[in-house]
């Protein structure tokens, strides 16, 4: 796509260095480490940033719908992980079977009833990953359930290539390596049920963001991660100290509008920077070059700051916003801006944005 002026702000404006250089950081990292990189998709969504991590050496994506699926598949990616448990019924069967004809695709799984469900719908030529939890408690069976789990599989005659998980639990504050240690030893657990089930692991895959660099300084059982805030770093990132804030490479521009009560006021609301907020977290977003400026009131187009310092910027001038998290900043939008450093920007399409499975 040619590139184009700046446009009106709010926008989601992409630092293509800084994105390249995390790209790479990281695929090193793995290399190094000996696992597999199969970065979630669902943080940046966009066809062009996909391609450079598959040309940096990752073995595929990872995303979160078949919506997303089918988006990167028609942009030429041709290996990819749905990190779900799936509930499939004949039109998401469909939708597989069509995608299964022009790349490969493994599916979550994480009760007998969605793997026969997936196996009724789909058929045989799909594969799975049981998901185990490792201490998030949100979706996966215990690790000593998993071979269980994967014998039901392949009695429905599916095929199953491992186990993985989500260690979601890495989310806060001074938690030091606990959840990276979490996630090897659940896995460890449960690719020896596979083996007692007489299903060998071959996938061992987890990872998050806050937890990266913990697993890959001792992989244990692990022979892939699949990490996705990474590539653009975010506000939660910065305050766990899993980026730096020189490395964040998405922020949100947005225009000063007031200064009403001495307080900085941005046209960049809630429905451009999401409304994520943990209660760890210090404000709804931080200021890129400001460490000391938080967004500390946001409504759906506001953004009020805390700008920690008398030099306010004028009404009319421009300010770069850290979303809390940036996965949902980004499916807020059309596109982002990518800023190659020459002063335009080049519009990249967000791929299957939206709730649609």
Known sequence: MPATPEPATPYHRVDVARLQRNVRRVAEQARAAGVALRPHAKTHKSAEVARMQLAAGATGITVATVAEAEAFVAAGV??????????TDATTGARLRALLDRARVVVGADS???????????????????????????????PEAAGALAAAAVGCGLGVR???????????????????????????????????????????????????????????????????????????????????????????RGTVVSLAGGRVVLDAGS??????????????????????????????????????ADDLPPPGSRVDVVPN????????????????GDGELEPWPVLARGPGG
């Open 78 to 87: 041709d290996d990819v992980f749905v990190a779900y448990p799936l509930w």
């Open 112 to 142: 007998v009833e969605g793997a026969a469900a997936l196996a009724r719908h789909c058929g045989s030529d799909v594969d799975v990953l049981v998901e185990v939890d490792s201490g998030h408690h949100r979706t996966g069976v215990t």
């Open 162 to 252: 491992g186990v993985f998980t989500f260690p979601g639990h890495s989310y806060g504050p001074g938690l030091g390596p606990a959840p990276a240690r979490d996630e090897a030893t659940a896995l460890a657990t449960a690719a020896r049920s596979l083996a007692a089930a007489g299903i060998e692991s071959g996938v061992v895959s987890g990872g998050s963001t806050p937890s990266l660099a913990d697993s890959l300084a001792d992989p244990g059982p692990l022979t892939e991660l699949r990490p996705g805030v990474y590539v653009f770093g975010d506000a939660q990132q910065w305050e766990l100290d899993a980026h730096r804030p020189d490395d964040v490479a998405l922020t949100c």
């Open 271 to 308: 429905k451009a920077l999401g409304a994520d907020r943990p209660p760890w977290t210090t404000g709804w977003g931080r200021v890129a070059g400001r460490p000391d400026a938080r967004v500390v009131l946001l409504s759906e187009h506001h953004a009020v700051l805390d700008w920690g």
């Open 325 to 340: 998290h940036v996965c949902a900043a980004v499916n807020l939008v059309d596109r982002v801006w990518a800023d190659h």
